[in-house]
């Protein structure tokens, strides 16, 4: 992963986003379409597009920082930059250490995609990104949990036959359904997982996360957040 722009002098000797000039905005960029990185090395996705519109609505200077998911957030935790845009669903787990802005993705379904339609998704084995509410869901459905730390493993684990089944945000495994000629395809049913995505901070951070739900809530409002939502998941995605 490319470390992107880092900390500004200025915020390592306040230790505070308020007397910072520059936000930090912490992302995964390697869950396309949510986020990735592009081939200049520059982060890309929907939630680069959402996150610098924020910013600009915000009224706030910010910077792109990369992470791996497993770290995500002990980094923010630890200052490494000041919120986490990156695909991350509301949990009532998550929100015991950090605090989340209200979603600006719906709750959506998850979806096992599996290399055959009789694929045991209850007692098989299945792959999930590590540290995710679809690990957990695998974990306590019966199934045999194999997890990696990054999301493109879990659907190699399938390809490979290490895994009968790959659990994930479906959003994220249509690509790979639909350009796979039939070697993998949707299994059982989709499954209801969190209160949506949306944008964590530390919990002393609720002046920075009131601005971003302000900045939120004027694209509800002025309706421009639905359309960029269908442009990255395609005019069938669940809107606001």
Partial sequence: MKKLLLATALLALTGGVAAAQTVRLGTE??????????DSGNVAGFERELGDELCKRAGLTCEWV???WDSIIPNLQSGNYDVIIAGM??????AQVVDFSMNYVPPAASAY?????DADITGGVVSAQVGTIQAAHVAESGATLLEFP???ET???VRNGEAVAVFADKDY?????NESNGALMFVGEDVPLGGGVGMAFRQSDDELRGKFDAAIQSMKDDGTLNPLIKKH???DAKVF
């Fill in 29 to 38: 960029g390697a869950y396309p379409p949510f986020n990735f990185i592009d």
């Fill in 66 to 68: 990369t992470t791996d």
């Fill in 89 to 94: 669903s509301i949990t009532d787990e998550r």
């Fill in 113 to 117: 995609a599996a290399g055959s339609a």
């Fill in 150 to 152: 990054t999301p493109d």
């Fill in 155 to 157: 659907v190699a684990a």
């Fill in 173 to 177: 495994l249509v690509p790979y359904v």
């Fill in 233 to 235: 998941f395609g005019p």
